[in-house]
């Protein structure tokens, strides 16, 4: 089942622009979500979670919920989201390395990436043009 969402999608730095604009096809972006990732499962546990999602390039890994339950609350879907286009940004290696370096610094709490992941969490703009398998 996919679920598409179509409002607009603005980010800060960029203006009136998207930033998937470059990495987006007609059609949008898909992001995949994946139950009961074993690499959620040891993040979880280090951040001490009950539950977890995060993000990969295009993927979101869940531990310890439901796809469904997951996708039913928008900010969650909002802040991992954030993280895709963080990737989009980025790149793989370029947003890992400057998110570990966040982390490494100022802790996972500080790290600015989850800082604007977190200040972005009810904004449903981002979701214009995103299909989530």
Not at 33 to 62: C, D, P, Q, T
Not at 82 to 87: F, G, N, P, R, T
Request: with cysteine; aromatic share 12%; net charge positive.
């Amino acid at each position: 089942m996919c679920r598409r969402y179509t409002l607009t999608c603005v980010h800060p730095a960029v203006g009136s622009e998207s930033i998937w604009q470059d990495s987006r096809d007609s059609a949008g972006m898909l992001v995949q979500v994946k139950e009961s990732s074993w690499i959620a499962s040891i993040a979880a546990r280090n951040l001490h979670a009950a539950k977890l999602a995060m993000v990969f390039g295009k993927k979101i890994y869940l531990f310890n919920t439901t796809r469904s339950e997951f996708l039913k609350n928008r900010r969650w879907v909002c802040h991992e989201l954030v993280h895709v286009e963080q990737y989009a940004r980025y790149g793989m290696a370029g947003f890992l390395i400057r998110y570990l370096w966040e982390t490494i610094r100022k802790g996972y709490h500080h790290n600015r990436f989850e800082v604007e992941a977190r200040q972005r969490e009810n904004d449903e703009r981002i979701l214009q043009g995103i299909t989530i398998r």
